[in-house]
């Protein structure tokens, strides 16, 4: 069975990075965009960033500037660097992407990554 799996995620204080990586199984369909959002502790899940299959990248404003989002089409996993860490980064990260099954396309998410950024 065809899934995504982040990985990458871990404690880092304020002002550090992190590189997180969205692997799939098997295929991402690349035409499609891929994303990350993010559930902060008691909050509803959010967008962080999403990138079309050219590569264009957008980002929600509390991220922009220090978070960048891009894709591997051949090795079918997406990333999202991560700089300039702040307390409220701290969330689970989940990725998204639309995958090639059997039978055609499925719309996945991961299981999710946390990050914790403190001190």
């Known amino acids: 069975q065809v899934h995504l799996l982040e990985s990458g995620g871990g404690l880092v204080q304020p002002g550090g990075s992190l590189r997180l990586s969205c692997a799939a199984s098997?295929?991402?369909?690349?035409?499609?965009?891929a994303g990350w959002y993010r559930q902060p502790p008691g909050k509803e899940r959010e967008l962080v960033a999403t990138?079309?299959?050219?590569?264009?990248?957008n980002y929600a404003g509390s991220v922009k500037g220090r978070f960048t989002i891009s894709r591997d089409n051949a090795k079918n996993t997406v990333y999202l660097q991560m700089n300039n860490l702040k307390p409220e980064d701290t969330a689970v990260y989940y990725c998204?992407?639309?995958?090639?099954?059997?039978?055609?396309?499925?719309?996945?998410w991961g299981q999710g990554t946390q990050v914790t950024v403190s001190s």
């Open positions: 998204n992407a639309v995958l090639v099954v059997a039978g055609g396309l499925k719309m996945d």
């Open positions: 990138i079309t299959g050219s590569g264009v990248a």
């Open positions: 098997g295929s991402i369909f690349s035409p499609n965009p």
